[in-house]
Nanobody
Framework: QLQASGGGLVQAGGSLRLSCAAS????????VAWFRQTPGKEREFVAA????????NYADSVKGRFTISRDNAGNTVYLQMNNLTPEDTAVYYC??????????????WGQGTQVTVSS
């Protein structure tokens, strides 16, 4: 139901834009978030956006570098990642919340997209 894409290999300092696409039914009236996970570690919150896009929040580690946005007409949520560092290397997942603002109650998860940042 959620399709994450846009990952890849990039050098430190570079940029990537991730996309999370879903059906209108999956996204309708729901907040969406991005998480990331590296082997042996718990999944980590990265950013979230409310249904209408008026509210966003970010992990401290990505503030000022990552921007989450959404196109409800196109049923897609984006994560623009700038000034990437090797510490950003992870599998990135998108998740749809039960609520219209992020309440940390994910209803659906995407399949993940690999981001690798080389030094």
């Amino acid at each position: 139901q959620l399709q994450a894409s846009g990952g890849g290999l990039v050098q430190a300092g570079g940029s990537l834009r991730l996309s999370c696409a879903a059906s209108r039914r999956t996204f309708s009236n729901n907040a969406v978030a991005w998480f990331r996970q590296t082997p042996g570690k718990e999944r980590e919150f990265v950013a979230a956006i409310s249904w209408r896009g008026g509210s966003t929040n970010y992990a401290d580690s990505v503030k000022g570098r990552f921007t989450i946005s959404r196109d409800n007409a196109g049923n897609t949520v984006y994560l623009q990642m700038n000034n990437l560092t090797p510490e950003d290397t992870a599998v990135y997942y998108c998740a749809v919340d039960l609520s219209s603002t992020w309440s940390n109650r994910p209803r659906y998860w995407g399949q993940g997209t690999q981001v690798t940042v080389s030094s």
